[in-house]
Nanobody, 120 residues
């Protein structure tokens, strides 16, 4: 399985970016797709996840500003960001896995990451 992310870049505060991630080599329906991010010196944190049924979960830092969606027919997940701040600067990793019945997420695969930089 390979996850190919794109759409990262450099943007000014208040701007937006749309990230995409296509999964290939998957021989079954993907339960959950989404994004995490990791800033320098910080732990990887949840950005947003979406299940096959369309249920979404977001990290507190991006709630209301970022929106995750998917095209299940193309095994592709998207992240629409808005109102970006320098604190959103990080490497954004796409992931596919399974959402458990207790609400936890079990990742199966990770993409290589795409850099998002927000600066004045």
């Amino acid at each position: 399985v390979q996850l190919q992310a794109s759409g990262g870049g450099v943007v000014h505060p208040g701007g937006s970016l749309r990230l995409s991630c296509a999964a290939s080599g998957v021989g079954h329906r993907i339960n959950t797709m989404g994004w995490y991010r990791q800033a320098p010196g910080k732990q990887r944190e949840l950005v947003g996840l979406i299940t096959y049924g369309g249920r979404t979960t977001y990290g507190g830092a991006v709630q209301g500003r970022f929106f995750v969606s998917r095209d299940s027919a193309k095994n592709t997940v998207f992240l629409q960001t808005s109102s970006l701040t320098p604190e959103d600067t990080a490497v954004y990793y796409c992931t596919v896995g399974t959402s458990m019945s207790n609400g936890a997420y079990s990742p199966h695969y990770w993409g290589q990451g795409t850099q998002v930089t927000v600066y004045s």
